[in-house]
Protein backbone atom coordinates (compact mmCIF):
# COMPACT_ATOMS: atom_id res chain seq x y z
CA UNK A 1 0.00 0.00 0.00
CA UNK A 2 1.62 3.09 -0.96
CA UNK A 3 1.79 5.61 1.89
CA UNK A 4 -0.90 8.18 1.09
CA UNK A 5 -3.22 5.33 0.93
CA UNK A 6 -2.45 4.52 4.14
CA UNK A 7 -2.23 8.20 5.35
CA UNK A 8 -6.00 7.97 3.95
CA UNK A 9 -6.97 4.65 5.59
CA UNK A 10 -5.75 5.88 8.90
CA UNK A 11 -7.96 9.37 8.61
CA UNK A 12 -10.91 7.40 7.55
CA UNK A 13 -10.75 4.79 10.50
CA UNK A 14 -9.83 7.53 12.97
CA UNK A 15 -13.32 9.82 11.30
CA UNK A 16 -15.11 7.09 11.45
CA UNK A 17 -14.91 6.27 15.00
CA UNK A 18 -14.22 9.81 16.84
CA UNK A 19 -16.35 12.07 14.57
CA UNK A 20 -19.79 13.65 15.26
CA UNK A 21 -22.43 13.08 12.33
CA UNK A 22 -23.00 15.71 9.70
CA UNK A 23 -23.50 19.24 10.96
CA UNK A 24 -27.70 19.47 10.19
CA UNK A 25 -28.02 16.35 8.39
CA UNK A 26 -30.61 14.42 8.90
CA UNK A 27 -31.63 10.70 9.56
CA UNK A 28 -33.17 10.07 5.71
CA UNK A 29 -29.77 10.62 4.49
CA UNK A 30 -28.41 9.21 1.27
CA UNK A 31 -25.18 7.39 1.79
CA UNK A 32 -23.95 6.74 -1.17
CA UNK A 33 -20.10 7.61 -1.49
CA UNK A 34 -20.69 9.47 -4.30
CA UNK A 35 -17.63 11.88 -4.43
CA UNK A 36 -18.76 14.40 -6.82
CA UNK A 37 -18.44 17.86 -6.51
CA UNK A 38 -21.78 18.48 -7.16
CA UNK A 39 -23.46 15.34 -4.91
CA UNK A 40 -25.41 15.65 -1.91
CA UNK A 41 -24.43 12.70 0.58
CA UNK A 42 -26.28 14.48 3.77
CA UNK A 43 -29.38 15.15 2.81
CA UNK A 44 -28.37 19.08 2.46
CA UNK A 45 -28.12 20.97 -0.71
CA UNK A 46 -25.71 19.95 -3.51
CA UNK A 47 -22.04 20.68 -2.43
CA UNK A 48 -20.65 23.53 -3.98
CA UNK A 49 -24.23 25.48 -3.06
CA UNK A 50 -24.13 28.67 -1.48
CA UNK A 51 -24.63 28.32 2.14
CA UNK A 52 -22.57 31.16 3.46
CA UNK A 53 -24.71 34.95 3.58
CA UNK A 54 -22.22 37.14 2.07
CA UNK A 55 -22.54 40.76 1.82
CA UNK A 56 -21.24 41.01 -2.51
CA UNK A 57 -19.15 44.15 -1.33
CA UNK A 58 -15.85 42.69 0.31
CA UNK A 59 -13.17 41.78 -1.42
CA UNK A 60 -12.19 37.53 -1.84
CA UNK A 61 -9.58 36.69 -0.05
CA UNK A 62 -9.86 33.04 -2.38
CA UNK A 63 -7.96 35.09 -5.45
CA UNK A 64 -4.75 32.59 -5.04
CA UNK A 65 -5.16 30.59 -2.09
CA UNK A 66 -8.42 28.47 -2.39
CA UNK A 67 -9.19 29.58 -6.12
CA UNK A 68 -11.06 27.44 -8.07
CA UNK A 69 -8.80 24.52 -10.30
CA UNK A 70 -9.53 21.85 -12.18
CA UNK A 71 -5.81 20.27 -11.91
CA UNK A 72 -2.32 21.44 -10.40
CA UNK A 73 -1.51 23.39 -13.34
CA UNK A 74 -4.43 25.86 -13.19
CA UNK A 75 -2.61 26.98 -9.69
CA UNK A 76 0.83 27.01 -10.46
CA UNK A 77 0.71 30.44 -12.24
CA UNK A 78 -0.61 31.70 -8.88
CA UNK A 79 1.17 29.78 -6.46
CA UNK A 80 4.82 28.38 -7.74
CA UNK A 81 5.66 24.95 -9.22
CA UNK A 82 5.07 23.49 -5.90
CA UNK A 83 1.36 24.41 -5.83
CA UNK A 84 -1.59 21.52 -5.59
CA UNK A 85 -5.07 21.27 -6.61
CA UNK A 86 -6.95 19.86 -3.90
CA UNK A 87 -10.75 18.92 -4.92
CA UNK A 88 -11.27 15.91 -1.81
CA UNK A 89 -9.96 15.86 1.81
CA UNK A 90 -8.96 12.54 2.45
CA UNK A 91 -12.20 10.44 0.92
CA UNK A 92 -13.81 13.08 3.88
CA UNK A 93 -14.93 16.03 2.07
CA UNK A 94 -15.40 17.49 -0.98
CA UNK A 95 -13.47 20.43 -1.77
CA UNK A 96 -16.05 22.24 -4.94
CA UNK A 97 -14.87 23.40 -7.93
CA UNK A 98 -11.13 22.47 -6.75
CA UNK A 99 -9.06 24.24 -4.31
CA UNK A 100 -5.81 25.82 -4.99
CA UNK A 101 -3.23 25.43 -2.08
CA UNK A 102 0.42 23.93 -1.32
CA UNK A 103 0.99 21.21 1.12
CA UNK A 104 3.23 21.79 4.12
CA UNK A 105 4.77 20.70 7.42
CA UNK A 106 3.23 20.63 11.24
CA UNK A 107 6.01 20.40 13.68
CA UNK A 108 4.23 17.71 15.52
CA UNK A 109 0.82 15.69 15.27
CA UNK A 110 -0.73 17.85 18.36
CA UNK A 111 -0.50 21.11 16.53
CA UNK A 112 -2.84 21.65 13.88
CA UNK A 113 -2.10 24.74 12.45
CA UNK A 114 0.90 27.25 12.06
CA UNK A 115 -0.02 30.86 11.37
CA UNK A 116 2.66 32.96 8.96
CA UNK A 117 3.65 29.48 7.78
CA UNK A 118 7.24 29.95 5.58
CA UNK A 119 6.44 26.67 3.80
CA UNK A 120 3.38 28.24 2.68
CA UNK A 121 4.78 31.90 2.15
CA UNK A 122 8.16 33.05 3.18
CA UNK A 123 6.59 36.77 3.24
CA UNK A 124 3.98 35.14 5.74
CA UNK A 125 0.18 35.78 5.88
CA UNK A 126 -0.48 32.25 5.35
CA UNK A 127 -1.52 29.48 7.92
CA UNK A 128 -0.19 25.99 7.57
CA UNK A 129 -3.51 24.08 8.67
CA UNK A 130 -4.01 19.95 9.08
CA UNK A 131 -2.83 16.42 10.78
CA UNK A 132 0.76 16.04 10.71
CA UNK A 133 1.45 13.08 8.84
CA UNK A 134 -2.11 12.70 7.57
CA UNK A 135 -2.80 15.90 5.33
CA UNK A 136 -1.63 19.41 5.13
CA UNK A 137 -2.25 22.24 3.48
CA UNK A 138 -1.76 26.57 3.17
CA UNK A 139 -4.75 28.74 3.70
CA UNK A 140 -5.24 32.56 4.15
CA UNK A 141 -7.69 32.80 7.39
CA UNK A 142 -10.45 34.53 7.04
CA UNK A 143 -13.09 36.86 9.60
CA UNK A 144 -15.81 36.72 8.26
CA UNK A 145 -18.14 34.58 4.99
CA UNK A 146 -18.13 37.89 3.08
CA UNK A 147 -14.47 37.47 2.51
CA UNK A 148 -14.89 34.45 0.89
CA UNK A 149 -15.45 35.02 -2.88
CA UNK A 150 -16.63 31.70 -3.62
CA UNK A 151 -19.82 30.04 -3.98
CA UNK A 152 -20.42 26.72 -1.82
CA UNK A 153 -17.34 28.75 0.90
CA UNK A 154 -17.70 30.22 3.96
CA UNK A 155 -15.83 30.90 7.04
CA UNK A 156 -15.52 28.27 9.33
CA UNK A 157 -13.40 26.21 11.63
CA UNK A 158 -11.32 23.42 10.43
CA UNK A 159 -13.77 20.66 10.71
CA UNK A 160 -12.80 17.20 12.68
CA UNK A 161 -9.59 19.22 13.69
CA UNK A 162 -10.61 22.25 15.49
CA UNK A 163 -10.81 23.57 18.96
CA UNK A 164 -12.48 26.26 20.43
CA UNK A 165 -10.54 29.65 19.88
CA UNK A 166 -8.82 27.89 16.76
CA UNK A 167 -8.91 30.42 13.61
CA UNK A 168 -11.41 30.29 10.82
CA UNK A 169 -10.80 29.85 7.37
CA UNK A 170 -12.88 29.81 4.12
CA UNK A 171 -14.51 26.42 3.31
CA UNK A 172 -17.20 23.97 2.36
CA UNK A 173 -20.13 23.46 3.79
CA UNK A 174 -19.38 20.04 5.51
CA UNK A 175 -23.33 18.88 5.84
CA UNK A 176 -23.42 19.17 1.60
CA UNK A 177 -19.72 18.09 1.24
CA UNK A 178 -19.36 15.22 3.74
CA UNK A 179 -18.63 12.10 1.50
CA UNK A 180 -17.83 9.44 3.58
CA UNK A 181 -20.11 6.12 3.44
CA UNK A 182 -21.78 6.42 6.93
CA UNK A 183 -22.35 10.05 6.28
CA UNK A 184 -20.45 11.44 9.32
CA UNK A 185 -18.48 14.18 9.22
CA UNK A 186 -18.00 17.67 11.10
Known amino acids: MTRPALLTSCLALVLSCFVPACDGGDDSSDDSSDTEATSTTSGGMPCGTEWA ?21 DCEPMLGADAQCVSNILGVYNLPGGFCTKYCELPDTMTTFIHDAADCDPAGGVTCVGAKDLFTACIIPCE ?19 SEGDPTFCLMNTTDCCTTDSGECA
Do not use: F, V
Open 144 to 162: NDSQCGREGYGCRTMPTLA
Open 53 to 73: EKDGMTESIMDAWGAPCMQKS
